[in-house]
C-alpha cells in the first residue's frame, strides 16, 4: 500500500481507485439495505486499506493524519455510496474505544468496527434526559463475582438493532462523577431491542432495555466513575469529521435543487450556499484543530449550530422552490425534509448548545 505526504495525494489516488470499483448501491433504499451497503462499503474499503488510513497501527490501521478519514468520508458521502449519518457513526466510537478501552479489547474490536464486519451503537440518551446525560438513571451494580449488572432503558439509540456492541452509560454513584462507562454486547441476555418508526418512515432509532444484564469487569471503558469525561471527550467527535462527511452530503442535494428548479431564486439558493460554506469552514477549522493534536470541546457547539441552521435551511428553500413536491409526491425530498426537522434535536438541542456557547465560550453565566 503507498504512503500519502498530503491529503491531496491521498484524494488523487482515492477517486483512482474508486473509478475502477463500482460499490455504488443498488434500488433498495430501505434501512436493510442501507445497513448493508455500509457494510459491504467498510469492508471494501478496508480490505483494499483505504479504510485503515487516519488510524494508529495499535488498531491495525496504517497511520497518517485523522484529515485522511475526512476525505474518505467526504468521497462516500459526495458519491452516495453510504448513507452519511450510520458511515459517520465509526468517527465516534472508533475514537473513544482506542482512547477508553484496554488496549488489547481496542485492538481486537476497533478492526471489526472498521471493517464494516460489525455495527455499534451507541447508549446515552434516556427517556427524560436525552440531552440531559447527567441525569441518567440506568443502574450499573457490582456482582459478587466482579461483574456489574446493568437494569435501565435507553432511546434515541441508533441502528440498535443491527448492532452487535453498546458503548454504554451507567449510572453507579451519585452526580457526574458517578457515570460509568461500559463497552457492551448487544446478545447478552436481558437486553430488548424495539425499534421506533420516526416521522419520516424509518425506523432508525430504537429503545434498549436492560434487565439485570451481566457486564464483564473488564469491559468497563476507563474507570469507574469516568462516564462523564468519556461523553464529554466523544461529542466533540460528532461534530468533527462527521460533521464534514454531512455537509458533503448536504452540498449534493443543493446541486439536486439546482437541477430541478426551473424558475430558480437565486437569492433563496445564494443563502443556502452561504449557509452551508459557513459551516464548512468552521468545519474545515475544526478539522485543522484535530490535525493538529487540539482536544476538541465545547467550541464544536458552534459547528452544531451552524450544521443544524444550514440543514433546515436547505430543505426549507427546497420545500419553497419545489412547491407541493414535498406534500404531494413520494419523494425523497419528502423524508429528507422531514429528517432535518430534527437537525435542531438530535445530537444536543439547539437550546443546550446555544447555553454552552453563553456559559463555557462568552462566559456569561448560568442565566
Not at 451503537?121 to 456482582?143: I, N, V
Amino acid at each position: 500500500m503507498n504512503t500519502f505526504g498530503t491529503a491531496g495525494e491521498f484524494r488523487s489516488a482515492l477517486e483512482s481507485w474508486l473509478a475502477e470499483h463500482d460499490l455504488s448501491p443498488g434500488p433498495d433504499h430501505s434501512l436493510d439495505a442501507q445497513v448493508a451497503q455500509l457494510g459491504r462499503v467498510r469492508r471494501a474499503l478496508y480490505d483494499a486499506g483505504w479504510m485503515r488510513y487516519g488510524w494508529p497501527a495499535e488498531v491495525r490501521g496504517l497511520g497518517g493524519p485523522a484529515v485522511f478519514r475526512a476525505v474518505l468520508g467526504e468521497e462516500v458521502a459526495t458519491r452516495g455510496l453510504a448513507e452519511p449519518g450510520i458511515y459517520s457513526m465509526v468517527e465516534v466510537l472508533a475514537p473513544t474505544m482506542i482512547s477508553y478501552a484496554r488496549p488489547q479489547l481496542a485492538a481486537d474490536m476497533v478492526p471489526l468496527l472498521l471493517s464494516g464486519r460489525e455495527q455499534w451503537c451507541q447508549g446515552f440518551s434516556e427517556p427524560g434526559s436525552g440531552s440531559d446525560l447527567a441525569s441518567l438513571t440506568t443502574r450499573a451494580a457490582p456482582r459478587d463475582d466482579g461483574s456489574w449488572s446493568v437494569s435501565g432503558q435507553k432511546v434515541w439509540t441508533s441502528l440498535a438493532q443491527y448492532a452487535a456492541r453498546c458503548v454504554l452509560l451507567t449510572r453507579t454513584a451519585p452526580g457526574h462523577d458517578g457515570i460509568t462507562a461500559f463497552f457492551v454486547d448487544m446478545d447478552t441476555p436481558g437486553i430488548t431491542v424495539r425499534p421506533l418508526r420516526t416521522m419520516h418512515g424509518v425506523d432508525e432509532f430504537a429503545e434498549v432495555f436492560f434487565d439485570d444484564v451481566a457486564v464483564p469487569a473488564d469491559r468497563m471503558l476507563g474507570r469507574p466513575g469516568d462516564g462523564w469525561r468519556l461523553a464529554m471527550d466523544l461529542l466533540p467527535h460528532e461534530r468533527s469529521t462527521c460533521f464534514w462527511h454531512r455537509v458533503a452530503h448536504l452540498y449534493t442535494r443543493l446541486d439536486r435543487l439546482l437541477e430541478e428548479t426551473a424558475d430558480s431564486d437565486d437569492a433563496a439558493l445564494g443563502a443556502v450556499y452561504l449557509a452551508l460554506h459557513t459551516v464548512r469552514c468552521r468545519s474545515h477549522a475544526t478539522q485543522r484543530r484535530l490535525a493538529d493534536g487540539a482536544r476538541l470541546g465545547p467550541e464544536t457547539s458552534v459547528d452544531k449550530v451552524l450544521l443544524a441552521t444550514a440543514e433546515q435551511q436547505l430543505f426549507d428553500t427546497a420545500r419553497d422552490l419545489l412547491p407541493g413536491v414535498l406534500e404531494l409526491t413520494d419523494t425523497p425530498w419528502r423524508s429528507e425534509y422531514l429528517y432535518a426537522r430534527a437537525a435542531t434535536i438530535y445530537g444536543g438541542t439547539a437550546e443546550i448548545q446555544r447555553n454552552i456557547i453563553a456559559r463555557r465560550l462568552l462566559d456569561l453565566g448560568r442565566e
